[in-house]
């Protein structure tokens, strides 16, 4: 099993930024990809952004331009999501993925989620 960390959730004001952080447990499992999602009551869960572990990134079109996802270049197994300009509409629970590898054994593990407020 892979535990995710996150961290950085919280409350902020319409155009004000926040900084998420996933951490993965465990290092035998080797990291293809990183993401974040979110969710809202009554909502499918949205892909936000992922990177890859050689640094390729997506967007969902809403965030792009606002919000940059990197991946730790030395340990490959922690990612940032750096949200600027925030908007109401970012409001949401926001989960962690990692997708990889045991070996030749595939793995898809999720964070437990952080709150994302924003709010005036």
């Known amino acids: 099993q892979v535990e995710l960390v996150e961290s950085g959730g919280g409350l902020v004001q319409p155009g004000g930024s926040l900084r998420l952080s996933c951490a993965a447990s465990?290092?035998?499992?080797?990291?293809?990809?990183m993401g974040w999602y979110r969710q809202t009551p009554g909502k499918r869960r949205e892909k936000v952004a992922t990177?890859?572990?050689?640094?390729?990134?997506?967007y969902v079109d809403s965030v792009k331009g606002r919000f940059t996802i990197s991946m730790d270049v030395n340990t490959k197994n922690v990612v940032h999501l750096q949200m600027n300009n925030l908007k109401p509409e970012d409001t949401a629970v926001y989960y962690c993925?990692?997708?990889?590898?045991?070996?030749?054994?595939?793995?898809?593990?999720w964070g437990q989620g952080t709150q994302v407020t924003v709010s005036s």
């Open positions: 993925n990692a997708l990889g590898h045991f070996g030749a054994l595939p793995g898809d593990f």
């Open positions: 465990e290092t035998v499992f080797t990291i293809t990809v």
């Open positions: 990177v890859t572990d050689i640094g390729n990134t997506l």
